[in-house]
């Protein structure tokens, strides 16, 4: 057993922050975010105690942290009765690990708190220290002043020397730098002089500093040399000056990327391993005494270290590797590692979008194995019939030097075809392995893509006894498919599961969770209640029932709202009180197939939400919804795929046969299973999509290039999107994209299908003017005015396009938004003269290249009180608006949107420029010529 208690931590110590939240490796999120953990296991339950931290699943994480040779978690530990389980946990003998607390110090009652928890520290072990002294991590006030994290130190650092003396060393959040002082990726002389002061004043009041590495990005993209030779140089420079040097600390924070699928927030790409592996190449150049990582289990920013399924043991691996050398230790292979085959790791985007490059990315992490050797590594696409697409010139790797190499391409220059499945070959003096079966097979799309997570296949990991094989079969009247499978393993599968997309639609289990012959049907009720100010309400309460009619055999499942149980009373949900935030709810029922036909859903929840929904009428349009006041949402669906996760399936074989609605009339199903050392299997793809005949052509702005290029693509392959609000019956909307992008009608986005949960809080056009509009009185059904929520990206970020909208003013005098999707893609407002305007973001100059973000073209004047036909297009090389055919001046734009957010009709995100009238349709198509 790997000890960490030693009296002193050798200089290099790895951390990983963990958010106890999440139970720090216990989660059952199966449809909520892009990912989920490599190593869930439902099992565990039977071993919980009662405490936030499942103690099976502790014994896991640690283990992993172990194989990739981590001292110790990142954590805040703010209830000293512990009801997390995190100190019990922690110094359980078998499961130790060393902690390095976060400590709040910003006010008087922070500093009381902080103080009990240094005292209550001293009962446990197993605190991170460092020259005999235990460290603790000061986090600042959000946004605060250098002037206040400073005098918060001084003043807590007085309150320990009173009470204890010199035992603890305070490392505080350093931001050396100022929003912009790295904009163009290098110092002006006076940033510089800034930096430098700044860092030295917290020196002054500090033992050390932790310096949260997040400035340093160029397209998305980590640039070493930006870093090295601004934030490494100011480091290396005062930390050597005479008054600090050999006596203060450094921590350096980073993480491998950060996508946020709350919001769509795409700001620094994971860069296949790249982000991660090259921040640590400039850490190892400024000898840090602490890294700490963020974060171990946040998979919903895409920022995690804790093994997941489409990264596998990645990052494990990587980090094992670094703090190998930042101690200064022999390179060795991992524990169970089959050294005969070479330590690479072979990664790819899983969905990529026309205008952006297909990357594929080979890693080398040296272990001291292959010594002598040359690796010849070749990569070629094919498409789903084995037929060769492309293939690449053969590249060279020393496997005792860290480095990779890469394949590049153009997604524009595929997409003929929806599927790319890799086949990969590595070769050395003594022998050969290839890899085609079991790698993920990946998808190319058109317009629109909210999937930008990498797929990561160490090779040491990948399996090489599974065999599968999937068919699709015919569809029914109510377009679902029976989808037929078999699979075999020389080894016990944990799991078997098939994903649409990103979505997982079906989980094999000897003891289904959906009984036999039944649908399930999900109510989703969404709603955002966290304003800014006292005076805001932070939530509401629900008060009656959801209730099943007409049905016998429903199977209704309890839920949580605002912390309370929402009670099942036999074929009801009873609410009392429990309060709906921005969270929202979600409840489950099962309900026989053969009594969709005759049943109901009655829902009974005043003054809020009052209606009934027939489930044949679900049936058939998959979702309805209703909406309220203030933003909040109720959507009844039928839902297909399975709620959770069940039961590790322990067998070697299963053949297994499932229904399934397509999200899209393109879409993929992936076979994929899991052995019982969590080693990841993908079987080949399979389509509902079949090649029109037709092809679309439209402009394409080039992300690497700078380029606008005409590209080609079938018919079938071009999703467009059309919402005719003026005959909704419903406040849903099931958009051309796919139900995975429904939207709601006044109030936030509820997925009818796929892992999201809506915008987050700062996405939500009440965030700054929280309760200014409502939608729509209670019970009203059929709005044709007030706002909406769409998809994200239903304007495309790359392509040309218009977007077309009729709308019917009901009087000018003040900025009211048309459509709006943050102010990194297009908002369309009416001017406070009744012109039309358009923003369109630029991308390129968003991520730091000089002059304006933002292009502004406007357009003719609406007609009052009477139906306008509204054109917003671009073929990214100029912009134009229309209005009533009439087509402003055109402006020149040759760019792309960086991050588009929710997309919105009838207002605009953030700052809730409600339109004052009618709109009754709505449509986003590329520009196009059919041939």
Same mark, same amino acid.
């Given at each position: 057993?790997?000890? #960490?208690?030693?009296?002193?931590?050798?200089?290099?110590?790895?951390?990983?922050?963990?958010?106890?939240?999440? @139970?720090?490796?216990?989660?059952?999120?199966?449809?909520?975010?892009?990912?989920?953990?490599?190593?869930?296991?439902?099992?565990?339950?039977?071993?919980?105690?009662?405490?936030?931290?499942?103690?099976?699943?502790?014994?896991?994480?640690?283990?992993?942290?172990?194989?990739?040779?981590?001292?110790?978690?990142?954590?805040?530990?703010?209830?000293?009765?512990?009801?997390?389980?995190?100190?019990?946990?922690?110094?359980?003998?078998?499961?130790?690990?060393?902690?390095?607390?976060?400590?709040?110090?910003?006010?008087?009652?922070?500093?009381?708190?902080?103080?009990?928890?240094?005292?209550?520290?001293?009962?446990?072990?197993?605190?991170?220290?460092?020259?005999?002294?235990?460290?603790?991590?000061?986090?600042?006030?959000?946004?605060?002043?250098?002037?206040?994290?400073?005098?918060?130190?001084?003043?807590?650092?007085?309150?320990?020397?009173?009470?204890?003396?010199?035992?603890?060393?305070?490392?505080?959040?350093?931001?050396?730098?100022?929003?912009?002082?790295?904009?163009?990726?290098?110092?002006?002389?006076?940033?510089?002089?800034?930096?430098?002061?700044?860092?030295?004043?917290?020196?002054?009041?500090?033992?050390?500093?932790?310096?949260?590495?997040?400035?340093?990005?160029?397209?998305?993209?980590?640039?070493?040399?930006?870093?090295?030779?601004?934030?490494?140089?100011?480091?290396?420079?005062?930390?050597?000056?005479?008054? #600090?040097?050999?006596?203060?600390?450094?921590?350096?924070?980073?993480?491998?990327?950060?996508?946020?699928?709350?919001?769509?927030?795409?700001? +620094?790409?994971? +860069?296949?391993?790249?982000?991660?592996?090259?921040?640590?190449?400039?850490?190892?150049?400024?000898?840090?005494?602490?890294?700490?990582?963020?974060?171990?289990?946040?998979?919903?920013?895409?920022?995690?270290?804790?093994?997941?399924?489409?990264? @596998?043991?990645?990052?494990?691996?990587?980090?094992?590797?670094?703090?190998?050398?930042?101690?200064?230790?022999?390179?060795?292979?991992?524990?169970?590692?089959?050294?005969?085959?070479?330590?690479?790791?072979?990664?790819?985007?899983?969905?990529?979008?026309?205008?952006?490059?297909?990357?594929?990315?080979?890693?080398?992490?040296?272990?001291?194995?292959?010594?002598?050797?040359?690796?010849?590594?070749?990569?070629?696409?094919?498409?789903?019939?084995?037929?060769?697409?492309?293939?690449?010139?053969?590249?060279?790797?020393?496997?005792?030097?860290?480095?990779?190499?890469?394949?590049?391409?153009?997604?524009?220059?595929?997409?003929?075809?929806?599927?790319?499945?890799?086949?990969?070959?590595?070769?050395?003096?003594?022998?050969?392995?290839?890899?085609?079966?079991?790698?993920?097979?990946?998808?190319?799309?058109?317009?629109?893509?909210?999937?930008?997570?990498?797929?990561?296949?160490?090779?040491?990991?990948?399996?090489?006894?599974?065999?599968?094989?999937?068919?699709?079969?015919?569809?029914?009247?109510?377009?679902?498919?029976?989808?037929?499978?078999?699979?075999?393993?020389?080894?016990?599968?944990?799991?078997?599961?098939?994903?649409?997309?990103?979505?997982?639609?079906?989980?094999?289990?000897?003891?289904?969770?959906?009984?036999?012959?039944?649908?399930?049907?999900?109510?989703?009720?969404?709603? #955002?209640?966290?304003?800014?100010?006292?005076?805001?309400?932070?939530?509401?309460?629900?008060?009656? +029932?959801?209730?099943?009619?007409?049905?016998?055999?429903?199977?209704?499942?309890?839920?949580?709202?605002?912390?309370?149980?929402?009670?099942?009373?036999?074929?009801?949900?009873?609410?009392?009180?429990?309060?709906?935030?921005?969270?929202?709810?979600?409840?489950?029922?099962?309900?026989?197939?053969?009594?969709?036909?005759?049943?109901?859903?009655?829902?009974?929840?005043?003054?809020?939400?009052?209606?009934?929904?027939?489930?044949?009428?679900?049936?058939?349009?998959?979702?309805?919804?209703?909406?309220?006041?203030?933003?909040?949402?109720?959507?009844?669906?039928?839902?297909?795929?399975?709620?959770?996760?069940?039961?590790?399936?322990?067998?070697?074989?299963?053949?297994?046969?499932?229904?399934?609605?397509?999200?899209?009339?393109?879409?993929?199903?992936?076979?994929?299973?899991?052995?019982?050392?969590?080693?990841?299997?993908?079987?080949?793809?399979?389509?509902?999509?079949?090649?029109?005949?037709?092809?679309?052509?439209?402009?394409?702005?080039?992300?690497?290039?700078?380029?606008?290029?005409?590209?080609?693509?079938?018919?079938?392959?071009?999703?467009?999107?059309?919402?005719?609000?003026?005959?909704?019956?419903?406040?849903?909307?099931?958009?051309?994209?796919?139900?995975?992008?429904?939207?709601?009608?006044?109030?936030?986005?509820? #997925?009818?299908?796929?892992?999201?949960? @809506?915008?987050?809080?700062?996405?939500?056009?009440?965030?700054?003017?929280?309760?200014?509009?409502?939608?729509?009185?209670?019970?009203?059904?059929?709005?044709?005015?007030?706002?909406?929520?769409?998809?994200?990206?239903?304007?495309?970020?790359?392509?040309?396009?218009?977007?077309?909208?009729?709308?019917?003013?009901?009087?000018?005098?003040?900025?009211?938004?048309?459509?709006?999707?943050? +102010?990194?893609?297009?908002?369309?407002?009416?001017?406070?003269?009744?012109?039309?305007?358009?923003?369109?973001?630029?991308?390129?100059?968003?991520?730091?290249?000089?002059?304006?973000?933002?292009?502004?073209?406007?357009?003719?004047?609406?007609?009052?009180?009477?139906?306008?036909?509204?054109?917003?297009?671009?073929?990214?090389?100029?912009?134009?608006?229309?209005?009533?055919?009439?087509?402003?001046?055109?402006?020149?734009?040759?760019?792309?949107?960086?991050?588009?957010?929710?997309?919105?009709?009838?207002?605009?995100?953030?700052?809730?420029?409600?339109?004052?009238?009618?709109?009754?349709?709505?449509?986003?198509?590329?520009?196009?010529?059919?041939?």
């Amino acid at each position: 057993m790997i000890s #960490f208690f030693t009296p002193l931590l050798a200089s290099g110590a790895v951390f990983i922050q963990a958010q106890l939240k999440y @139970g720090a490796q216990l989660s059952d999120y199966l449809h909520r975010w892009y990912e989920r953990p490599l190593h869930q296991n439902t099992a565990y339950q039977d071993f919980a105690d009662g405490k936030m931290l499942n103690p099976a699943a502790w014994e896991k994480m640690v283990e992993t942290l172990r194989f990739g040779k981590v001292d110790g978690l990142g954590v805040f530990t703010d209830r000293l009765r512990d009801e997390w389980g995190l100190l019990e946990r922690s110094s359980t003998p078998g499961s130790e690990t060393k902690l390095l607390v976060f400590l709040r110090v910003n006010s008087e009652a922070e500093i009381r708190k902080s103080l009990e928890i240094v005292e209550h520290s001293l009962k446990f072990p197993n605190w991170c220290t460092l020259d005999g002294k235990r460290v603790f991590l000061l986090h600042p006030p959000f946004k605060s002043s250098h002037e206040r994290a400073i005098a918060a130190a001084i003043e807590f650092r007085k309150h320990l020397l009173e009470r204890y003396g010199d035992k603890f060393i305070l490392m505080g959040h350093c931001p050396i730098f100022g929003k912009n002082d790295l904009r163009e990726g290098a110092l002006s002389p006076l940033a510089y002089r800034c930096a430098k002061e700044t860092l030295r004043n917290y020196l002054r009041a500090m033992d050390g500093i932790m310096y949260k590495s997040s400035t340093d990005c160029i397209e998305r993209r980590y640039v070493a040399e930006v870093f090295e030779s601004t934030v490494g140089k100011v480091i290396s420079e005062v930390f050597g000056e005479r008054e #600090f040097k050999g006596r203060k600390y450094l921590c350096l924070h980073f993480n491998g990327g950060h996508m946020n699928s709350y919001r769509w927030q795409y700001n +620094n790409d994971a +860069n296949g391993t790249a982000t991660l592996c090259d921040r640590y190449e400039s850490a190892l150049k400024l000898s840090p005494d602490l890294v700490l990582h963020g974060e171990w289990d946040e998979e919903n920013e895409n920022t995690h270290f804790r093994p997941t399924v489409s990264r @596998g043991n990645t990052y494990m691996r990587i980090v094992r590797h670094f703090a190998d050398r930042l101690a200064g230790r022999e390179l060795t292979p991992a524990p169970g590692d089959d050294v005969s085959v070479p330590n690479l790791i072979l990664s790819y985007r899983k969905a990529l979008v026309a205008g952006e490059p297909v990357e594929v990315e080979v890693r080398n992490l040296p272990d001291g194995t292959f010594k002598g050797e040359k690796l010849k590594v070749s990569f070629e696409w094919q498409d789903m019939n084995g037929r060769t697409l492309r293939s690449y010139a053969a590249k060279t790797l020393d496997p005792e030097v860290q480095s990779a190499v890469r394949f590049v391409d153009k997604a524009s220059s595929f997409l003929e075809h929806r599927v790319l499945v890799p086949r990969f070959r590595v070769e050395w003096s003594k022998g050969m392995r290839e890899y085609s079966k079991g790698l993920y097979p990946a998808g190319i799309r058109a317009l629109r893509n909210v999937d930008h997570v990498w797929v990561c296949h160490p090779l040491r990991d990948m399996p090489s006894d599974i065999s599968g094989s999937m068919e699709i079969g015919e569809c029914d009247a109510d377009g679902v498919y029976v989808v037929k499978g078999d699979i075999v393993s020389s080894r016990p599968l944990r799991s078997i599961e098939v994903l649409d997309d990103m979505d997982t639609v079906y989980m094999h289990s000897d003891v289904p969770a959906v009984p036999s012959g039944h649908e399930q049907i999900r109510v989703c009720i969404v709603g #955002f209640y966290s304003g800014k100010r006292a005076e805001e309400k932070k939530w509401i309460s629900l008060k009656g +029932n959801i209730r099943f009619r007409n049905v016998s055999g429903a199977v209704l499942k309890p839920a949580v709202a605002g912390r309370r149980r929402v009670g099942v009373d036999g074929d009801a949900w009873t609410f009392d009180g429990e309060y709906l935030n921005r969270f929202g709810i979600t409840l489950w029922a099962h309900v026989p197939v053969d009594q969709m036909k005759d049943g109901a859903v009655d829902i009974d929840l005043p003054p809020h939400f009052k209606g009934t929904v027939r489930l044949a009428y679900l049936v058939k349009k998959e979702v309805v919804g209703f909406n309220s006041v203030d933003s909040c949402g109720l959507s009844v669906m039928r839902y297909l795929p399975p709620a959770s996760i069940p039961r590790p399936l322990m067998s070697k074989k299963a053949s297994f046969s499932f229904r399934w609605k397509p999200l899209e009339k393109a879409s993929v199903l992936r076979l994929q299973a899991i052995d019982e050392d969590y080693r990841v299997w993908r079987g080949a793809a399979r389509t509902v999509y079949r090649p029109t005949g037709s092809s679309i052509v439209f402009s394409v702005f080039d992300r690497d290039s700078g380029k606008t290029e005409t590209v080609k693509a079938d018919a079938g392959l071009v999703e467009n999107v059309m919402c005719d609000i003026g005959s909704r019956t419903d406040s849903a909307l099931r958009l051309g994209t796919g139900r995975m992008l429904s939207g709601m009608v006044g109030a936030s986005v509820a #997925f009818a299908q796929g892992f999201g949960m @809506g915008p987050g809080n700062n996405d939500h056009p009440f965030r700054e003017n929280f309760g200014y509009y409502s939608a729509l009185p209670p019970g009203k059904r059929m709005p044709k005015t007030g706002w909406g929520s769409l998809s994200h990206q239903c304007v495309p970020g790359f392509a040309g396009f218009e977007l077309q909208m009729r709308v019917k003013p009901a009087g000018f005098g003040e900025v009211q938004g048309l459509y709006g999707s943050g +102010n990194c893609g297009l908002d369309v407002v009416i001017e406070k003269d009744g012109s039309v305007s358009a923003t369109f973001a630029r991308g390129r100059s968003f991520l730091r290249e000089k002059g304006g973000i933002n292009v502004v073209v406007r357009g003719p004047t609406l007609k009052d009180g009477e139906w306008n036909d509204v054109r917003v297009a671009t073929d990214r090389r100029t912009a134009w608006v229309e209005v009533n055919g009439v087509r402003g001046n055109a402006v020149p734009y040759s760019d792309y949107f960086f991050n588009q957010r929710i997309g919105l009709f009838g207002a605009t995100l953030g700052k809730a420029n409600f339109f004052k009238g009618e709109i009754s349709f709505l449509s986003v198509k590329p520009l196009a010529g059919m041939k």
